[in-house]
Structure formats: structure tokens, C-alpha cells
């Protein structure tokens, strides 16, 4: 999204802060990514978590995605926007009673289930509505995502999904609980992933699993790998991620039987890029050591800076032919010292009233928006 005259001046006339959503851009991204699915006859499901705007959500169901959520809310908002029930999972360490029984209500396609003990929990519930329950395993294989510490999820000392030495008595479970039917395997190893030989290795293990499953007489039919595919927050104007590349991985590696599922559960990948957080530079302090830009928006409006040292570029668009002289951090008016978009920021001499847009936010941005210090809600607006 690169922003022309029109932008700018429709941008004069709106609130800020706010998030504004190029919608034809998200459209190309999914469509690019639908057509490289089909290709291989991937099932994908969007996570919801990335990005719940109903705007946003709506043209991704209108591609034909499924959806993955995390909580009895992203259910609840999946359902209600329409997205068929049996197109639905629901992941998440820690699901209550009150999700399960919901999930449960709905129909949904499969819960990815996180330990032995969520296997009895569902048992039980199912049991008392007279249901079988869809069940995925979560395995954690301890691959090594490469990606930021906050943001893996697949390694030994992580919280999600049941270790390997525990297989054993999961296995056992499944056999005795009468309420749950086992449809197959689950993985998500981390967010932000570059090094999509990361992939591979996913692979290897998932090929190792499913034949551990097949073996002790478990039919596998869905081998879901979760998402996790990167975006280039250096290049935000490269905007679409190659989806080819990525699911050809997965072709080539995976050892896919020809009765089996293969499902995706991508978030930033397709929302990442179609957004940007448009800011009011309120003022302007020139310090000894450094000059500082103080912004209308804060870690209250996007999160990922404060919360894994997150690296997005920041663009001063009222100054675009000027060129760069000067070097700024960037922060926002919270009352804390990781409230800073960026550090030695090289940008044009900004001034007061000055519109900044940080780029790369469709993804875990308007979503983690608080109303730390009483904040107001953060604006949204969307171009065709
Ligand atoms: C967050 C999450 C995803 C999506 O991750 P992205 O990095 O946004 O693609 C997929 N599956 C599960 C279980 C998740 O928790």
C-alpha cells in the first residue's frame, strides 16, 4: 500500500489515530493465496486472532476459507459471520468449560486438543450432550521456528500442544474415551517465519507422527500444519507473501496419503500487509541526544513494538518528496517507557500536525488495541 494525493487528503477529514485498511489489496493476497492452495488442494483456515474485524473477516470467508480460533469468542464470531460450522477448529492451550460446551453446540469441525487432561474434559461434556467430539491432536515437535522467543510455540519448553513422550498415554485416552472421534494430527510451531526451511523440518516430524498414529491403528485423515507464514515488514510495499513457494514445501515434503487432508491455519500472511496505522505527530522535542516524535497513537493502539520489540517501518506521508535528514524515536503519549514505535528513525524534519503511517499492521495490530490510560477506541477506515 503506498498512499496516494487522494489518501492524504481524504486523511485530513479523519480522526486520528486509525487504521486504514486497503481492502483491494487484501483481495489480491487472498486470492493469491487460494489459487496456490487449490493447486495442491490445501485446505486453508484464516486465524481469527490476527485480525476480528468483521469487514476483514467477511471477505476472507467470501474466498472459501475456513476459520481457526482460539477462543469460544473467535467461535462465536466465525458462526455468526457465516463461516459453515463444519469449516471451523478451535485451538488454544486452556479452552473453559463454558468455549467447550459451546464448540460443542455448534457442531464445529475439530477441536485441537492440547493435553490428555482437555481429552477427558471433552469426553465428558460431549458425553453429557450425547455427542462425539472431533478431535485433532496438538503435538509439539520441537522444531525450531527461528523466529522471534515470544512468538514460538513448537519447542520442548513451550506451553503448547502434547510432547511426544506423552503420546503414549494419549493414544491410550482416545481408545478409552467413547465420546471423542480422532480425525488427525495438529502442529503450529511460531509466527513471523522467514526461513521457510523451518517448513521442511515441520514436515519430517509430521511424516513421523502420522506413521506413529497409523501404526498403533489410528486412522489419520487430516494432517493440519498449522500457519505461521512471515511477512516483509522491511518491504511493506512487496506486499504479498509468495504463497507458491510456501505450499510447494508442503507438496514436496509432506508424505500425504492420498485419502489425507492437508490443512493451513494462516493469519498474517494474508491480513499483514493490507494495513497501516495512520498518526498525528502531536509534537516535537529536540533533545540533547535525541529528537523525539511524540504520536497520537501508542502501544494502546498497536501492541507488537512494546510487546516483542517489533520492527515496523515508519513513513512521515505529509513529507513524502522531502528528503531524509534526521534521525527520531518514535513513541506514543502512554505512560510507559516501551510505548516507542522505533528507535534512530531516519526521517524527513517532521513537525507538529505532520501525518506518520507505520506500516505492516493488519496483522495482531487493531486486534491487541486497549483502553490502557482510558484510551479511546482506535478508528478504522477502509479503501476499495
Ligand atoms: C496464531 C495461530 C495461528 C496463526 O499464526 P500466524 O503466524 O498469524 O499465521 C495458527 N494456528 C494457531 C493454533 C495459532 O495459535
Redesign the pocket.
Same mark, same amino acid.
Given at each position: 500500500m503506498s498512499f496516494s494525493d487522494k489518501d492524504i487528503a481524504q486523511f485530513a477529514n479523519l480522526d486520528t489515530p486509525f487504521y486504514y485498511y486497503d481492502l483491494t489489496l487484501l483481495q489480491k493476497t487472498l486470492d493469491a493465496c487460494a489459487l496456490a492452495a487449490k493447486m495442491s488442494n490445501f485446505h486453508v =483456515?484464516y +486465524?481469527m486472532? +490476527?485480525n476480528f474485524n468483521p469487514t476483514i473477516v467477511s471477505r476472507i470467508k467470501a474466498v472459501g476459507f475456513g476459520a481457526?480460533a482460539?477462543s469460544g469468542g473467535e467461535v462465536g464470531q466465525a458462526v455468526e459471520l457465516g463461516f459453515p460450522a463444519n469449516n471451523i477448529?478451535f +485451538? *488454544?492451550v486452556g479452552k473453559s468449560d463454558k468455549e467447550i460446551n459451546y464448540a460443542l453446540d455448534q457442531d464445529i469441525f475439530c477441536f485441537?486438543v492440547e493435553s490428555i487432561q482437555e481429552l477427558e474434559v471433552i469426553n465428558e461434556l460431549a458425553a453429557k450432550k450425547g455427542k462425539t467430539a472431533s478431535v485433532a491432536i &496438538?503435538i509439539n515437535p520441537n522444531v525450531d521456528a527461528h523466529t522471534h522467543a515470544n512468538?514460538t510455540?513448537g519447542l520442548d519448553e513451550n506451553k503448547?500442544g502434547i510432547n511426544s513422550w506423552d503420546l503414549p498415554a494419549c493414544a491410550d485416552a482416545l481408545r478409552r474415551l467413547p465420546n471423542l472421534q480422532f480425525v488427525g494430527i =495438529?502442529f =503450529?510451531i *511460531?509466527?513471523?517465519?522467514t526461513n521457510l526451511d523451518v517448513y521442511k523440518n515441520l514436515c519430517v516430524r509430521v511424516n513421523e507422527f502420522a506413521t506413529w498414529f497409523e501404526e498403533r491403528g489410528f486412522t489419520v485423515k487430516v494432517l493440519n500444519v %498449522?500457519? %505461521? #507464514? %512471515?511477512i516483509d515488514y522491511h518491504n511493506p510495499d512487496q506486499q504479498i507473501p509468495d504463497f507458491g513457494k510456501y505450499f510447494k514445501i508442503f507438496n514436496d515434503f509432506l508424505e500425504r496419503k492420498p485419502s489425507q487432508e492437508v490443512h493451513f491455519?494462516? *493469519? &498474517?500472511? #494474508?491480513?499483514?500487509q493490507c494495513s497501516s496505522l495512520i498518526s498525528k505527530v502531536l509534537f516535537v522535542k529536540n533533545g540533547k541526544k535525541k529528537n523525539f516524535i511524540i504520536l497520537d497513537a501508542g502501544m494502546t493502539e498497536l501492541m507488537r513494538p512494546a510487546l516483542y520489540q517489533a520492527y515496523h517501518q515508519i513513513q512521515n506521508i505529509s513529507r513524502p518528496n522531502t528528503p531524509i535528514a534526521l534521525n527520531y524515536d518514535v513513541v506514543g503519549p502512554i505512560c510507559e517507557s516501551t510505548d516507542c514505535f522505533g528507535k534512530e528513525v531516519e526521517l524527513p524534519e517532521t513537525f507538529r500536525n505532520d501525518l506518520i503511517a507505520i506500516r505492516s499492521t493488519g496483522?495482531?495490530g487493531e486486534v491487541m488495541s486497549s483502553h490502557y490510560n482510558l484510551r479511546e477506541n482506535v478508528h478504522v477506515a477502509f479503501s476499495e
Open positions: =483456515h +486465524a486472532k +490476527a481457526d482460539v477448529v +485451538a *488454544g485441537n &496438538r512468538i510455540t503448547f =495438529h =503450529h *511460531g509466527s513471523q517465519i %498449522g500457519g %505461521g #507464514l %512471515g491455519e494462516l *493469519g &498474517r500472511a #494474508l491480513v499483514g496483522a495482531y
